[in-house]
């Protein structure tokens, strides 16, 4: 123990001071926590309470925020544009060169898509004229299909057209023969 010897008015006083333990990171660290666990438990009613009441509200008022913003930017927008009115002729200028520009590209990829579609019709046709200069007789012209299974004039919805169709008996207030 520190002992320190103060004079005051002629008397002597004593002052003992404690030795401070030095409390160590890990102390602090677990006292911190408890005080939260301690003050969680206390008042653990009120966050859960408010925690549901967010729960129910953020929904409810999330898109009137959202309007609410952009309400906000579009009345900056005009406000700018009232201070300067050569904003709005740049921005519009700049729409319409990107919007030549996406036209242009678009316009470059349906050219190279056409090309495309018409070399691929070439081709086929090219197929189909070596297929029938060989001499090919009988054979279909599309060798790569295969013949279809079904009758040509099957139709799912229409019945098989045999007498092999199910159909239900007539109802009748006699069921079971007790009428006559």
Same mark, same amino acid.
């Given at each position: 123990m520190d002992r320190k010897y103060v004079k005051m008015d002629n008397m002597e006083e004593e002052i003992i001071y404690a030795d401070e333990e030095e409390v160590t990171y890990f102390q602090s660290i677990t006292d911190y926590i408890w005080n939260i666990l301690g003050f969680v438990q206390n &008042?653990?009613?009120?966050?859960? $309470?408010?925690?549901?009441?967010? $729960? #129910?509200?953020?929904?409810?008022?999330?898109?009137?925020?959202?309007?609410?913003?952009?309400?906000?930017?579009?009345?900056? #927008?005009? $406000?700018?544009? @009232?201070? &300067?009115?050569?904003?709005? @002729?740049? @921005?519009?200028?700049?729409?319409?060169? $990107?919007?030549?520009?996406?036209?242009?590209?678009?316009e470059k990829k349906a050219k190279i898509a056409l090309e495309k579609q018409k070399e691929k019709e070439k081709k086929i046709l090219e197929e189909k004229r070596a297929l029938l200069n060989n001499g090919t007789g009988g054979q279909s012209i599309n060798s790569s299909e295969k013949p279809k299974k079904s009758k040509p004039d099957y139709n799912p919805l229409m019945g098989s057209g045999s007498g092999s169709n199910y159909r239900p008996p007539r109802r009748s207030a006699c069921s079971g023969g007790g009428c006559g």
């Open positions: &008042n653990g009613w009120y966050f859960l $309470a408010f925690i549901i009441l967010l $729960a #129910y509200l953020v929904p409810k008022l999330w898109p009137h925020y959202l309007k609410w913003l952009e309400q906000r930017a579009v009345a900056a #927008y005009d $406000a700018d544009i @009232k201070k &300067n009115p050569d904003l709005f @002729k740049q @921005k519009q200028e700049e729409l319409q060169k $990107a919007r030549a520009k996406f036209q242009e590209e678009y």
